[in-house]
């Protein structure tokens, strides 16, 4: 099964906007979330990473938002730029059992940035 | 400071032979993680090695196997190759107990 939802599919925003990425988990386990950015033809770059001890982090125009209660994580994008336009995928992990060492991704959001 | 190299960049098999694809990772990680990623499925977890044993092991039949060699470098091994096995193969890497995975370029395995 999914262990990690992601929404949408795909997303279009123009230049100067906010793209907002949201991910929902199961396993309450997880301890470490991360996200990573793909271009064609290349592999996922890791952007920025939150563990469950903090709401948010923020990392230049990249915000993670995190809500333990809800086992619910967004990746906010601010002052969207067409040389953003790439796949996103979120992920989750844990220290634990059988887990142990293996990201959990989501599908994927293509995002594209119209100039 | 150099990223983890795959190679080849491409592979084109026929059903029912054999791949192997390669990793290096970056330097002082001693951790390799390699992932499968096909259309539609998304990044599936294949195997994890930390210091030359393999650590983890995802949903994958056996005829999926790897090793990590004293350098940390790995090998991964596809036999009795099927169709389905077309698929973009990524390797990570990390330091030891570390959670940050990253990745190389990949490796992208056709099986005509």
């Known amino acids: 099964q999914q262990q990690v939802k992601q929404s949408p599919q795909s997303l279009i925003v123009q230049k100067g906007g906010i793209s907002i990425i949201n991910c929902a988990y199961e396993?309450?386990?997880?301890?470490?979330f991360p996200w990573y950015q793909q271009f064609p033809g290349k592999g996922p770059a890791l952007l920025i990473a939150?563990?469950?001890?903090?709401s948010e982090k923020k990392e230049g125009r990249f915000t993670i938002s995190f809500n333990k209660s809800a086992k619910q994580f967004s990746l906010h994008i601010m002052d969207s730029q067409p040389g953003d336009s790439a796949t996103y995928f979120c992920?989750?992990?844990?220290?634990?059992?059988?887990?142990?060492?293996?990201?959990?991704f989501g599908r994927g959001t293509q995002l594209t940035v119209w100039p | 400071e150099a990223g983890v190299t795959q190679s080849p960049t491409h592979l084109i098999k026929t059903r029912g032979q054999q791949a192997t694809l390669r990793c290096s990772p970056i330097?002082?990680?001693?951790?390799v993680y390699w992932y499968q990623q096909a259309l539609g499925l998304g990044l599936q977890f294949l195997l994890w090695?930390?210091?030359?044993?393999?650590?983890n092991r995802g949903n994958f039949p056996p005829r999926f196997s790897g090793r990590q060699f004293p350098n940390y470098s790995s090998e991964l091994n596809v036999n009795a190759l099927e169709l389905e096995d077309s698929a973009l193969y990524l390797c990570?890497?990390?330091?030891?107990?570390?959670?940050?995975?990253?990745f190389g370029p990949g490796t992208r395995l056709t099986v005509t």
């Open positions: 396993n309450t386990a997880f301890d470490y």
């Open positions: 330097s002082g990680h001693t951790s």
């Open positions: 990570a890497s990390s330091l030891t107990g570390a959670n940050e995975q990253y």
């Open positions: 992920a989750a992990s844990s220290r634990r059992g059988s887990t142990l060492g293996r990201l959990y």
């Open positions: 939150i563990r469950p001890d903090v």
């Open positions: 090695y930390d210091e030359g044993e393999e650590r």
